[in-house]
């Protein structure tokens, strides 16, 4: 089946920086979506984007589908940024196996 | 809406018990997911419904493990024996269209 693989696997980052996630998958993909877990354990869904750029606030997403990558930028970070962030693709939802984020004050 | 309702938050059981997890999605909803995340293996997806009809149940673990969806707005998954192993936290998910919301989870833990 198809690999995701998510880069960096950890990441701290002073409050104010800015970030940039990467999500490589093996193959082509008709649906990729990015999520947040939240130290508290909660998965909220970020981007449904299987190609091209999207933007919500200080977050956005770029997917180049035929280069089978994805990147989510958070810029000017928050404490509140901290937990998980995690990539998945296509219907069977395979997820990647996260990037850690903590942001300190 | 009050979003994606899973009962119980926490379930603690003995091996070999039966153990039903419930889900609630969010009105309006047409596709439903059950997923499994643990340490080890991180976040699985174990099946979805389109419409209350199983689409895809390629990621359930085994015969010990059954998912149903009466309606459009109830769902339950069973796990029949539980065993050690089958300790993680499972997460029941909606969704319209691409956009999935996840419940809070059910923490399950099999002594």
């Known amino acids: 089946g198809i690999q995701v693989e998510q880069s960096p696997p950890d990441l701290i980052l002073q409050e104010g920086a800015n970030s940039t996630l990467r999500c490589n998958f093996s193959?082509?993909?008709?649906?990729l979506q990015w999520f947040h877990q939240n130290p508290w354990g909660q998965l909220i869904n970020l981007f449904y984007?299987?190609?091209g750029t999207k933007q919500n606030g200080r977050l956005s997403a770029t997917t180049v589908a035929t280069e089978r990558y994805s990147l989510l930028y958070i810029s000017s970070s928050q404490t509140t940024d901290s937990g998980v962030y995690f990539c998945?693709?296509?219907?069977?939802?395979?997820f990647g196996a996260g990037t850690r984020l903590t942001v300190k004050p | 809406d009050a979003g994606v309702i899973q009962s119980p938050r926490h379930e603690v059981t003995e091996m070999g018990q039966e153990v039903t997890l419930r889900c609630k999605p969010i009105?309006?909803?047409?596709?439903l997911f059950w997923y499994r995340q643990t340490m080890m293996r991180g976040l699985e997806l174990l099946i979805y419904?389109?419409?209350?009809?199983?689409?895809?149940d390629s990621g359930m673990p085994e015969d010990r493990f059954s998912a149903k969806m009466p309606n459009a707005s109830f769902s339950t998954l069973k796990i029949q024996p539980s065993e050690p192993r089958d300790s993680a936290v499972y997460f029941c998910?909606?969704?319209?269209?691409?956009?999935?919301?996840f419940g809070p989870g059910t923490r399950l833990t099999v002594t």
């Open positions: 984007i299987p190609s």
């Open positions: 009105s309006g909803h047409n596709s």
């Open positions: 193959d082509s993909v008709n649906n």
């Open positions: 998945a693709v296509n219907n069977d939802m395979r």
């Open positions: 998910a909606s969704s319209e269209r691409y956009e999935q919301y």
């Open positions: 419904f389109n419409n209350n009809v199983p689409i895809d």
